[in-house]
């Protein structure tokens, strides 16, 4: 029986001595991914003190990476304050949260950042992990981009606005040179002169229909086309 009891007790020291050496495996390959991670790491306690942080962390902030962890997320985020940060770290559950903010460096410019958070519990306290990425170029790129289609859209509106106001004006005196056109033809001419005549309705019937179609596609550009009803014959048509 004491054979037994021992051969029992040493296959029990084996498997404690092997799942140790399995958790020591898996907490080195964790802190491996929590280093070399691209993304700025840290982990934050209940009370939002920094608990651990990556170099990368540091890097983004400005700071050595022990003097974070004398920091609280209030004194770098420059969003929230410290109840509502702490509000946060309260209810933030296992599912995590994907949001931005901005963070204030330790030289005092302000960074934009998206941070992914999750919660785990450890040894009956609740820890909160962060991946920071900071996204100032591309806030700045979405912001170029955004003035630069506004100035694009206003250059447009412009444009159909002056060709618009360019149709109206040409075809006001168009209209005229085809009335008088009209009344010319009831005088007395010679057949030369009912030939040029005649030349002259043709190029201002097709000079007033150029003019109608760049009024609508002024209209269409600035969405302000409006729809005739009207009958017609499809054999015609």
């Keep these: 029986g004491l054979e037994k009891g021992k051969l029992e007790l040493r296959q029990l020291v084996e498997e404690l001595s092997n799942t140790n050496s399995r958790l020591e495996e898996e907490l080195g390959r964790s802190r491996l991914l929590f280093e070399r991670s691209r993304d700025g790491m840290v982990r934050i306690d209940p009370d939002g003190k920094a608990g651990a ?9 400005g700071y050595r990476p022990e003097e974070l962890l004398e920091m609280y997320v209030w004194d770098w985020d420059a969003w929230a304050d410290r109840p509502r940060i702490l509000e946060m770290l309260a209810t933030l559950d296992g599912r995590g949260d994907l ?7 330790k030289d005092g410019s302000i960074i934009n950042v998206e941070v992914c958070s999750s919660s785990f519990i450890w040894h009956g306290r609740k820890m909160v992990y962060c991946a920071c990425r900071d996204i100032t170029e591309r806030k700045q790129y979405e912001a170029e981009l955004a003035e630069a289609r506004y ?3 206003t250059a447009n509106r412009a444009k159909s606005e002056f060709l618009a106001n360019m149709s109206h004006e040409i075809r006001t005196p168009m209209n005229g040179v085809l009335g008088m056109a009209e009344l010319l033809g009831f005088t007395d001419l010679t057949p030369r002169q009912q030939e040029y005549l005649g030349c002259i309705r043709s190029s201002g019937k097709s000079l007033l229909a150029l003019i109608n179609d760049v009024l609508d596609l002024s209209k269409i550009e600035s969405g302000k086309v409006e729809l005739e009803y009207a009958d017609f014959s499809f054999r015609q048509a």
């Excluded at 942080?53 to 902030?61: I, S």
């Excluded at 949001?99 to 460096?105: D, G, M, S």
């Design 151 to 153: 100035l694009a859209e």
């Design 99 to 105: 949001f931005e903010t901005c963070h204030r460096r």
């Design 53 to 61: 942080v990556n170099h990368r962390f540091a890097e983004m902030l």
